[in-house]
């Protein structure tokens, strides 16, 4: 069985920073991809960032671009998200995801076949 932790979640004033990261354990696997998506309440689960475990290709959100940053350690198998000038909009559970499938699409959640139980970030105003 493979599990996802993820780590880093908080409280921090807008404009402020924070970094989540996401550690893979359990069984052993191959991940094509690894995302993070975040989902506020009353809303749907949204991409956030995803990077191709292989060649290292990274994929944003519009709302994230330029202030969101993912990145892997393809030892360690883990992935982080370093969040800067964050804004109360950013408000969410953020949840890691793994991918296993040769073929996907970063920004669906059904291409992803493992997810953590996700951390809170609140960003107040």
């Known amino acids: 069985q493979v599990q996802l932790v993820e780590s880093g979640g908080g409280l921090v004033q807008a404009g402020g920073s924070l970094r989540l990261s996401c550690a893979a354990s359990?069984?052993?696997?191959?991940?094509?991809?690894m995302a993070w998506f975040r989902q506020a309440p009353g809303k749907e689960r949204e991409f956030v960032a995803a990077?191709?475990?292989?060649?290292?290709?990274?994929y944003y959100a519009d709302s994230v671009k330029d202030r969101f940053t993912i990145s892997r350690d393809n030892t360690k198998n883990t992935v982080s998200l370093q969040m800067n000038s964050l804004k109360p909009e950013d408000t969410a559970v953020y949840h890691c995801?793994?991918?296993?499938?040769?073929?996907?699409?970063?920004?669906?959640?059904?291409?992803?076949?493992?997810w953590g139980q996700g951390t809170q970030v609140t960003v107040s105003s």
């Open positions: 995801a793994a991918a296993v499938k040769r073929y996907y699409v970063y920004y669906q959640t059904g291409s992803y076949d493992y």
């Open positions: 359990g069984r052993t696997f191959t991940s094509t991809a």
């Open positions: 990077i191709n475990w292989g060649s290292g290709s990274t």
